[in-house]
C-alpha cells in the first residue's frame, strides 16, 4: 500500500503546473515580506523593531470619530513633505491600517442594516407592540447579545494577521492546486488508456483506489500547509503582534458577531479552511470518477468552487441569492464571511448563525462524499 501511496504522489507532483503553482503560492507570502521591509529602507526605518519602536507609544490609544478624522488630515499633510521623518511616516501610513477601523459598524438583521444602537431602538419597539415571540424580535435579540458587550475600540499593531489571516487569497491558490493535481487523479488512467489494465488487475479496484484517496489526502494537507506557512511569514517577522487582541478591532471584520481573539480567529480559520479542503478534494475526485478526460474533469472542479459566485452576479439580492451566495464550498474555505457576517437562517424557528449552519453541512457532507468516493471507486467500469 504505502508503494502505491508513493506512487500516486508522484504523479501528482511531476506535474509542472502543480510546482509552477506552488512556487507561485511561496512567492506570494514572501513578496509581502519584502516589500514591506523594501519601503521601510527606503524612509530609513531599520527593520521591524525600529518600526515597533516608534510606534509603542500609540499602543492601546483610544479611537474615535474624531481621532480617525484628525489622523486622516496628518496623512495628507504628510504626503505633501518631501522627504518625511521616520515618525511621521510611519504615524501617516502604517498606523493609518491598523487606526482607521469602523468603530460604528453595521450588522444585518431579518435582511436589514443596524447599528447597534439602532437594534436596541428596534427591539424596544417590538417589545412595546408585543412582538416577543416573533422570529423577528428573537433574531433580533440573538445577534444584539452577541455583540453588545463589545469593548471600546483602541489601537494596537496587528496590520499583519490580514495578510496573514488571508484565507480568501491562499483558498483561490489551493482550489487550483487541487484542480490540477487531483481533478485528474482517476480521469487520466482513462485518457492514456491505462484504464483496462488497471481495473483489471489484483488490486485495481481496492488498495489502488484507497491509495489515490489516501495520496490526494496528503497532497492537499502539504499544499495546505506550504501555503498557510508561506503567508504566516509576514506575521511571524512582526513577532505576532496583537495576537491577543478582540477580533473586531481587526480591519474588515469590525462587524463579526464573534467575541474572540485574533489568535483564536485565525485557528479556527485554519480548521474551518481545512475541512473545506478536504470536502473540496474529494469533490475533487469523484467528479474524476465520473468525467474521464482530464481537461473537463479540471474545469467541471474549478467551477464548483466558482460557480455560485458567478452565479450570484446575475441573481436578484433576495431570495435564493443568500443561499446561493453563502452555503457552497468556497465560502467555507474562504472563511472570512463565516467570521464577518452576523446574518442568520431561520431554523424550526430559532436563529442559527450562517457559519453554523455552514459548518454543520460540511460535517455532515465530509463522510457523505468520502463513502461515494470508495464506493464508486471501487465500481469502476470501464
Known amino acids: 500500500m504505502i508503494e502505491l501511496i508513493k506512487f500516486e504522489l508522484g504523479k501528482i507532483f511531476s506535474k509542472k503546473s502543480v510546482w509552477i503553482l506552488i512556487l507561485a503560492v511561496l512567492w506570494a507570502g514572501i513578496s509581502l515580506v519584502t516589500r514591506d521591509h523594501t519601503m521601510l529602507k527606503l524612509n530609513g526605518i531599520d527593520g521591524v523593531k525600529e518600526k515597533q519602536k516608534i510606534l509603542a507609544p500609540y499602543e492601546g490609544e483610544i479611537i474615535t470619530k474624531e481621532s480617525i478624522k484628525k489622523l486622516e488630515d496628518y496623512q495628507r499633510v504628510i504626503r505633501k513633505k518631501e522627504k518625511p521623518s521616520k515618525a511621521e511616516f510611519l504615524k501617516s501610513e502604517i498606523m493609518n491600517f491598523d487606526y482607521t477601523i469602523d468603530i460604528d459598524p453595521i450588522y444585518v438583521a431579518n435582511n436589514q442594516e443596524y447599528k447597534e444602537v439602532e437594534m436596541r431602538e428596534q427591539l424596544d419597539k417590538l417589545k412595546k407592540e408585543g412582538k416577543t415571540d416573533t422570529f423577528e424580535y428573537k433574531n433580533l435579540e440573538y445577534i444584539h447579545n452577541l455583540i453588545k458587550e463589545r469593548g471600546i475600540p483602541t489601537y494596537h499593531q496587528k496590520m499583519s494577521w490580514n495578510y496573514s489571516a488571508d484565507f480568501m487569497r491562499i483558498s483561490t491558490f489551493l482550489s487550483t492546486l487541487v484542480a490540477l493535481g487531483i481533478a485528474t487523479i482517476f480521469s487520466n488512467d482513462y485518457q492514456s488508456n491505462v484504464a483496462s489494465i488497471v481495473l483489471s488487475s489484483k488490486n485495481g479496484k481496492n488498495k489502488l483506489v484507497k491509495a489515490k484517496?489516501?495520496?490526494?489526502?496528503?497532497?492537499?494537507?502539504?499544499?495546505?500547509?506550504?501555503?498557510?506557512?508561506?503567508?504566516?511569514?509576514?506575521?511571524?517577522?512582526?513577532?505576532?503582534?496583537?495576537?491577543?487582541?478582540?477580533?473586531?478591532?481587526?480591519?474588515?471584520?469590525?462587524?463579526?458577531?464573534?467575541?474572540?481573539?485574533?489568535?483564536?480567529?485565525?485557528?479556527?480559520?485554519?480548521?474551518?479552511?481545512?475541512?473545506?479542503?478536504?470536502?473540496?478534494?474529494?469533490?475533487?475526485?469523484?467528479?474524476?470518477?465520473?468525467?474521464?478526460?482530464?481537461?473537463?474533469?479540471?474545469?467541471?472542479?474549478?467551477?464548483?468552487?466558482?460557480?455560485?459566485?458567478?452565479?450570484?452576479?446575475?441573481?436578484?439580492t433576495k431570495g435564493l441569492y443568500k443561499i446561493f451566495g453563502q452555503l457552497n464550498i468556497s465560502e467555507l474555505m474562504r472563511v472570512e464571511s463565516i467570521f464577518r457576517n452576523t446574518d442568520t437562517y431561520n431554523i424550526f424557528g430559532n436563529p442559527v448563525l450562517y457559519s453554523n449552519l455552514l459548518i454543520t453541512m460540511a460535517l455532515i457532507s465530509i463522510p457523505i462524499v468520502v463513502y461515494m468516493t470508495v464506493n464508486f471507486g471501487k465500481k469502476q467500469t470501464l
Not at 479552511?273 to 482530464?294: E, R
Open 213 to 316: 484517496i489516501i495520496s490526494a489526502v496528503i497532497f492537499s494537507t502539504i499544499v495546505f500547509i506550504i501555503a498557510n506557512l508561506s503567508f504566516l511569514i509576514y506575521t511571524a517577522i512582526e513577532s505576532f503582534n496583537g495576537y491577543n487582541e478582540p477580533l473586531h478591532l481587526l480591519r474588515y471584520l469590525e462587524a463579526t458577531p464573534f467575541n474572540i481573539t485574533i489568535l483564536q480567529f485565525y485557528i479556527r480559520g485554519l480548521a474551518i479552511s481545512f475541512m473545506g479542503l478536504i470536502l473540496f478534494t474529494f469533490l475533487a475526485m469523484l467528479i474524476s470518477l465520473f468525467v474521464k478526460n482530464n481537461m473537463i474533469a479540471t474545469i467541471t472542479t474549478l467551477v464548483v468552487y466558482y460557480a455560485p459566485t458567478f452565479i450570484c452576479d446575475f441573481m436578484p
